[in-house]
């Protein structure tokens, strides 16, 4: 059937027969208030619809042939009076020279940077009446045709796969996942990420009985996307992750390059700051696998200020501190930000009492400010060792904003968040630094914030 994006998208405001002679208006994001009355927490709903930075307006596609006819092509028939017929899919790429990833307060985990061009999609469902805001839920399998299928094997990389039971072990839940991205090399080590399938546990924590790790609403006319559920998890390995070189036309779906090491045909995805990344590829066995759950990602804005409502830091000697994140005491696998975040209980310490995961509002050294700027989203400052580190503001307020633009036959939404990550790792299964006993949480700085900036080009599609 065909995929073609229709021009229909482009065209005019959002009216057919039926429709008010005035488009509907671009709505205003709203920040909430906090107690001393600053505007504090998420700017712009929760539900789609639009905030500020909307630039433009998409019309949403009709036709009166059936989806799946070959002759599909959602193309406007305002004298038909049929039922709008709206987009299945949305086709996301990411924009990763515009991407800030930034976690936890130690700064270990700051300014990761994703690679460009990733194809992920998304199926829409529940669409309104006009098609202007849909649910979103995956990633699926991308339309047919789309090169360099991400769906790989876990535990058996970098083999392809469209279900677990293509990945051998007796097709284990969750060994076939879709790749944001080709593992990429971080000087001795390599990492990889994709959206994981929310457990019961996971599922309660969210509110929703579906268990894709990416939910949330996007408005198809004005740009906006909100992802109410991202349940990344990060695949970090010790060693080398291959290269593919040798490749005639990169991301042509034509195996034609050689994997650097193992010499297996390959094609290129992508091309990053150490080298052609593909799939076909191999990475180093016995990788960590850690979660980052998170909600809010949204076009809209996240403004956070330090106040006394803030959880106690757990520093030795730092205690009258505040710190950005903690964890609930009845429940020590949620993040929290205040007493609010934890009914029934408090937001504060992570860890037994004698003996808590260290937390602070950043890295800095005693009496050092983190000079941090608003435009890049990103701060540093002097540590305790006389040298200069990755930061987050220690006190004040700061803020992530979104943005959103029409263009020609797709739209770009640029999705920010702001919020608090639990512990990853509260058995301390991983040690990163045997010697010195530093687990995985110690290193990066869990629980403590995220900051994600990520611009996506989003095209509608039919199938």
């Not at 202007?132 to 796969?161: I, K, Q, S, Y």
């Not at 040298?387 to 999705?415: M, R």
């Amino acid at each position: 059937m065909s995929l073609k994006t229709p021009r229909a998208w482009l065209v005019a405001a959002l009216c057919v027969a039926g429709c008010p002679d005035t488009a509907e208006p671009v709505g205003q994001g709203t920040a909430t208030t906090g107690e001393d009355g600053s505007d504090e927490g998420t700017m712009g709903p929760s539900t789609g619809a639009p905030t500020t930075g909307s630039t433009g307006s998409l019309t949403v596609a009709t036709s009166t042939t059936a989806p799946g006819d070959e002759t599909t092509t959602g193309s406007v028939d305002t004298g038909s009076g049929g039922p709008l017929v709206c987009p299945t899919h949305i086709r996301t790429e990411r924009i990763a020279s515009l991407v800030n990833v930034s976690y936890g307060w130690t700064g270990q985990g700051h300014g990761a940077d994703p690679v460009d061009g990733m194809v992920v999609s998304y199926a829409l469902t529940d669409c309104d009446d006009e098609c202007r805001r849909c649910r979103f839920e995956g990633p699926v399998a991308n339309a047919e045709g789309t090169p360099n299928d991400p769906r790989r094997c876990l535990n058996d990389w970098p083999n392809a796969c469209e279900s677990d039971a293509d990945c051998g072990d007796g097709g284990t839940a969750g060994a076939c996942q879709v790749m944001w991205q080709p593992p990429v090399q971080r000087t001795t080590t390599w990492t990889a990420a994709y959206a994981a399938p929310l457990n019961e546990a996971q599922q309660r924590q969210f509110g929703t009985e579906s268990t894709f790790g990416a939910q949330g609403v996007v408005n198809l006319a004005t740009g906006d996307l909100d992802f109410e559920v991202l349940n990344t998890r990060v695949t970090v390995g010790p060693g080398f992750a291959e290269t593919c070189v040798d490749d005639t036309t990169p991301d042509d779906g034509a195996k034609d390059g050689t994997c650097a090491d193992s010499g297996d045909p390959c094609d290129v995805a992508t091309i990053s700051s150490n080298g052609a990344l593909s799939f076909d590829c191999s990475w180093t066995p016995n990788p960590i696998d850690f979660a980052l759950p998170a909600s809010g990602l949204t076009s809209g804005g996240v403004l956070w200020q330090m106040g006394d409502d803030r959880p106690n830091c757990t520093f030795p000697g730092a205690e009258s501190l505040n710190c950005w994140c903690g964890v609930c005491s009845n429940d020590p696998a949620a993040p929290c930000q205040s007493d609010t975040d934890c009914p029934g209980g408090t937001c504060g310490n992570a860890g037994e009492e004698g003996d808590p995961i260290i937390t602070l509002p950043s890295v800095c050294a005693p009496g050092e400010a983190c000079t941090w700027d608003p435009e890049t989203v990103s701060g540093t400052c002097l540590n305790s060792g006389g040298g200069a580190s990755p930061c987050f503001p220690i006190d004040g307020s700061w803020s992530v904003s979104g943005d959103t633009s029409v263009q020609d036959e797709f739209f770009t939404s640029t999705v920010a968040l702001l919020s608090c990550l639990p512990q990853v790792d509260p058995d301390r299964l991983i040690i990163l630094d045997p010697v010195n006993d530093i687990s995985l949480d110690e290193a990066f700085g869990f629980p403590g914030p995220i900051v994600q900036v990520v611009p996506l080009k989003i095209t509608p599609e039919f199938r």
